[in-house]
């Protein structure tokens, strides 16, 4: 049985790659009884008769998936915001970050568009760098025709499958022309009227790029918390889950409940008010959810 991983899905159709071959299969229909449903960066099984296309036979386990994008065994997601055109949002950049932590996907945090940052926000942005890099996440930062985006972003990639994510018009497809020009993609125009990137990506592959594997993915604006409860929340926050060991209650919210280390660490600065902010909205976005059946 020949094996391989899907590297792109198209019209129904899976992509494996197997060696140097791209093999075009379709699935068993015994997958869509049994509710599996074939994602790029499966690794997979499949068979071929003849002349004929390529049928799945099997797909392995997975380490995990997204549902949006369509994605499996994934190491790392390359977050691309940009600081200007759209601005820089850190709600948005924190959602992104907890359903990545859900998933224990490694997020990198790149920053574009940095040489178009007025003087007047540049101390506001490097504070933010800062926050986060002491939480400990990684921040490349990046601007217009950078000469050193390859040396900055290649080390991270080597080995790695990456998922590359963000708002639309934030330089996703800029950033990979940058990294490998023979793609030509497509870069994607901002919309002045709706202050948002136009979707210029059609479906998700997995792109050989530096020794690694990267998913460029359709344009999206957020993830949404439908496989986190509200007693895991915490520990998608790395800042809460150090701090979260000294409360006095095991399964606090640190809403309400009494000798809270975490809103003690908010008294005294050490943790930041925003980042609480977007805790308190997201538990309450996961409160005033429907329940699933």
Do not use: W
Not at 38 to 57: K, Q
Not at 114 to 126: G, R
Not at 179 to 203: F, N, W, Y
Not at 254 to 266: D, M, R, T
């Amino acid at each position: 049985m020949a094996t391989g991983q899907i590297r792109k899905a198209l019209s129904g159709f899976y992509y494996v790659q197997d060696g140097q071959q791209l093999i075009q299969t379709r699935g068993r229909g015994v997958f869509r009884k049994r509710g599996i449903t074939p994602l790029v960066g499966d690794f997979v099984e499949y068979e071929v008769e003849g002349n004929n296309d390529g049928t799945l036979t099997k797909v392995e386990q997975r380490k995990n998936e997204l549902v949006r994008p369509p994605i499996a065994n994934i190491d790392q997601a390359l977050l691309v915001f940009s600081v200007v055109e759209p601005e820089f949002n850190t709600i948005l950049l924190d959602r992104f970050l907890v359903v990545l932590e859900s998933f224990h996907i490694q997020p990198l945090i790149c920053l574009t568009k940095m040489d178009l940052l007025p003087e007047t926000k540049q101390d506001a942005i490097q504070a933010y760098v800062k926050d986060y890099e002491a939480i400990g996440y990684t921040i490349i930062q990046t601007f217009k025709d950078d000469a050193t985006l390859m040396s900055k972003v290649v080390p991270y990639l080597k080995g790695k499958t990456t998922v590359l994510a963000g708002q639309s018009g934030v330089g996703k497809s800029t950033l990979l022309n940058t990294l490998m020009p023979q793609l030509e993609l497509k870069t994607g125009v901002i919309s002045d009227a709706l202050g948002r990137g136009k979707h210029t990506t059609r479906h998700v592959e997995l792109i050989e790029v530096a020794e690694g594997l990267i998913a460029d993915t359709p344009g999206f604006s957020s993830f949404d918390f439908d496989t986190i409860e509200r007693e895991e929340l915490t520990y998608c926050f790395p800042d809460l889950t150090k701090l979260s060991e000294s409360c006095k209650f095991r399964g606090c919210l640190h809403v309400k409940e009494p000798k809270c280390a975490v809103k003690e660490a908010l008294e005294t600065g050490e943790l930041k008010q925003y980042r609480y902010d977007h805790y308190l909205q997201f538990l309450q976005e996961i409160t005033d959810r429907k329940p699933r059946y």
